[in-house]
Nanobody, 120 residues
Framework: VQLQASGGGLVQAGGSLSLSCAAT????????MGWYRQDPGKQRELVTG???????KYADSTEGRFTISRDNAKNTVSLQMDRLSPEDTSVYYC???????????????WGQGTLVTVSS
């Protein structure tokens, strides 16, 4: 399974951007999909994730401003980011846990990072 992300770019504070990610390859099913972000010298942190059944988790810093959605039939996940602030500037990574997974915790798949820059 490979993840292909698109979107991101440069926006002014208060603006909006969207990210999309598609899973390709031998996709049977995907348990969880979502987005992480990582700043230089820092650990990758969860932005938001969604299960196949639609259960969603947001980071405290993004809840109320970001909206995640997925299309199970197309194996895609999207992220709408509104009211962006300079603190949201980061490299965003699409993430998925495809099934079957026989080694829990060792099945994560990552897309290439996409840069989101929010100017003040």
């Amino acid at each position: 399974v490979q993840l292909q992300a698109s979107g991101g770019g440069l926006v002014q504070a208060g603006g909006s951007l969207s990210l999309s990610c598609a899973a390709t390859g031998r996709v049977i099913s995907i348990a969880r999909m979502g987005w992480y972000r990582q700043d230089p010298g820092k650990q990758r942190e969860l932005v938001t994730g969604i299960t196949r059944s639609g259960v969603i988790k947001y980071a405290d810093s993004t809840e109320g401003r970001f909206t995640i959605s997925r299309d199970n039939a197309k194996n895609t996940v999207s992220l709408q980011m509104d009211r962006l602030s300079p603190e949201d500037t980061s490299v965003y990574y699409c993430w998925a846990v495809p099934l079957p997974c026989f080694t829990p915790g060792d099945c994560d798949v990552w897309g290439q990072g996409t840069l989101v820059t929010v100017s003040s």
